[in-house]
């Protein structure tokens, strides 16, 4: 088995970050990449060498998992995948990859891992956790069942376990068993409002991401006209036309989570691009000090708090992003 670069300092140092339930994990993310770096820069390990370690990939894929959004289980997402020949064994890894395949809305990929990391190692309770809501998601109730309880005996009374039981037999989806923290006071406060809007609205950010409305998505692309569709890459690009310009398109969320969004908002947005461009190419000609009349309205980014970003050309210079305007 490969020796993990990460040394008993570093590791130290990465747990320094935790505190309970919670933590630093922008720190730790932070502290990871300049950690990197700088062995990079000092000679002690190449690039290559960094980005095939397991451990390394494990601590990053844990803070990114507790940030929880989408561009951060993407992260995960991709470091955990190129480790995955170093895994054999690892309950950790599939539990990990699963639950960050789950966010990025590659629910069939989440089911294969989180079966396999069971098999790979039974004794690890949470790779049963996340096996039994997914089972649930592709109508296997009884399956669902069998492994939430298999993780059950390995931690008995375990809240999270105990919760989702519950869910499973009432028959909730699995955005509605996402919604939680895993903690029991944390997760009570969560769901009665007490951690604020703000949080809850992060949260739900988050699981918006997780299960595709494919009916409501198709309906989105054929309003837009969508060509050159490319999906997930971390976003959502295309290309379509306004009048007699074709222009590029960005929903900067995945298809998940494009599917959730309002058709009537969209629309909306179509429908006022003409006085939306006039307003912006003036706010960016004057914050810039260009004429206005030659910047090029090139791309449109649909945001996922309902607000636009929209960006412009200008002969010799780079691209010029107007300021975000709102719904």
Not at 70 to 90: F, I, K, P, T
Not at 143 to 172: H, I, M, T, W
Request: contains cysteine.
């Amino acid at each position: 088995m490969q020796k993990s670069l990460l040394t008993e300092t570093e590791i130290a140092k990465m747990e320094s970050f935790c505190e309970g339930t919670s933590g630093y994990f922008y720190q730790m993310l932070e502290y990871i990449f300049d950690w990197m770096e700088t062995g990079i820069e000092e000679g002690r390990f190449t690039r290559e060498r960094a980005e095939h370690d397991l451990e390394i990939a494990l601590w990053i894929a844990y803070a990114c998992g507790n940030i929880d959004d989408y561009e951060h289980y993407y992260m995960s997402m991709m470091w955990l995948r190129d480790v995955e020949d170093l895994a054999a064994g690892c309950g950790v890894y599939y539990y990990r990859y699963s639950c960050a395949l789950l966010y990025c809305g590659k629910l069939k990929e989440a089911l294969a891992y989180a079966e396999k990391g069971v098999q790979e190692e039974p004794e690890y309770p949470w790779g049963w956790l996340n096996l039994a809501r997914l089972r649930s998601h592709f109508g296997d109730q009884h399956g669902a069942l069998e492994a939430n309880s298999r993780g059950l005996a390995l931690v008995p009374g375990d809240y999270e376990f105990l919760r989702q039981e519950e869910e499973l037999k009432r028959g909730c989806t699995l955005e509605e068993m996402e919604m939680h923290y895993i903690a029991e006071e944390d997760d009570r406060q969560l769901l009665s409002g007490a951690l604020g809007e703000q949080v809850e609205q992060n949260k739900l950010s988050a699981i918006s991401g997780i299960v595709c409305d494919e009916e409501k998505l198709e309906k989105i692309k054929q309003m837009l006209q969508a060509e050159n569709w490319e999906a997930d890459q971390p976003y959502c690009t295309f290309t379509f036309c306004h009048g007699d310009v074709c222009l590029e398109g960005m929903f900067r969320m995945n298809e998940a989570a494009v599917s959730k969004l309002s058709p009537a908002w969209i629309r909306g947005v179509l429908d006022t691009l003409d006085l939306r461009d006039q307003e912006e190419r003036q706010n960016v000609a004057q914050q810039e000090a260009l004429d206005a009349d030659q910047l090029i309205l090139c791309q449109v980014v649909w945001e996922r708090d309902y607000t636009v970003t929209m960006r412009y050309a200008y002969p010799h210079l780079p691209l010029a992003e107007s300021a975000v305007y709102g719904s």
